[in-house]
């Protein structure tokens, strides 16, 4: 089963970490964390790759070819797309990754419709490139199959960033907490696993976003289950967020380093 990763986005929120590279290839621990995500997939057993690739796509390329290429065997198989087998070795392990060029500025279900040659017509991983979890993959998997439906996408816990504060009618606090998570609704995580016939609620439309007609399609014919993980999940859209990530690697408190 390949995975697909949406990683062509500009990224206009945590341009104050850096702003001459794409999200994805921001530096956690002293990898990109592109690489971290990729990690954990492949230590589940999925270890081939589909990058969606746009803003500055010649970065991640550079990153998994010319840095890289005393360590692969490299194949071109086409003037927009590369594909990278690696030999065995601590970083990339038998990975086999495809770099396909979706566009500049191709939407996520755009970016996605693009790359549905290289699925083989087999149901898929899809996540997004700039996010990490301790989610149990086989799991997710087994959970998706035993739905029998369409699209299973990760319902998580939103990250607290504040207090939340509840308030009487008189104006004072009934109750504080410090970590809210438990009591907030769930939100998508992406770690998504999709069947072919998601290809049936899209389009070749650049404007063509995922997460609103395809999904709200899917829904409609109830065919989207939710797998419910209220372990860790992060994103990485801040400067707070990529300082929070490499605090964890720091410290040796990192849930999804697994290697």
């Known amino acids: ?15 104050d970490v850096a702003d001459d590279i794409p999200k994805p ?7 990109p964390i592109i690489w971290h995500l990729m990690k954990y ?15 500055k796509g010649d970065v991640i390329r550079d990153f998994f070819i010319s ?6 065997v490299l194949t071109t198989v086409d003037t927009n797309t590369e594909h990278v087998q690696f030999a065995a070795s601590d970083e990339f392990a038998n990975w086999s990754v495809t770099l396909a060029n979706t566009g500049q500025d191709a939407m996520t279900g755009a970016r996605i419709f693009k ?3 290289y699925l ?6 899809l996540t997004y490139g700039d996010g990490l979890s301790d989610i149990n993959l086989d799991l997710l998997l087994a959970y998706h199959r ?4 369409t699209v299973t996408v990760t319902g998580v816990r939103p990250p607290a ?6 308030i009487g009618s008189d104006g004072i606090a009934t109750g504080f907490n410090e970590k809210p998570q438990a009591s907030a609704g769930m939100i998508s995580g992406g770690f998504f696993v999709c069947e072919p016939a998601v290809f049936d609620h899209m389009n070749n439309h650049e404007d063509l976003v995922f997460e609103q007609g395809p999904m709200q399609s899917v829904v409609r014919e109830k065919h989207l289950a939710v797998y419910q993980h209220d372990g860790f999940w992060q994103c990485m859209d801040t400067f707070r967020d990529w300082q929070l990530l490499n605090s964890m690697i720091d410290q040796e408190k990192a849930p999804w380093k697994v290697w």
């Open 41 to 55: 997939y492949a230590s589940f057993g999925h270890t081939e790759f589909v990058l969606c690739m746009g803003y």
């Open 115 to 117: 790359v549905r040659e």
């Open 25 to 31: 290839m921001i530096r956690v621990g002293g990898m």
């Open 146 to 149: 035993s739905k029998k439906l």
């Open 1 to 15: 089963m390949k995975t697909v990763i949406l990683c062509g986005g500009l990224g206009t929120r945590i341009r």
């Open 67 to 72: 840095a890289m290429s005393a360590k692969s």
């Open 120 to 125: 083989n017509n087999e149901p898929f991983m």
């Open 161 to 166: 960033r504040f207090g939340e504060l509840q």
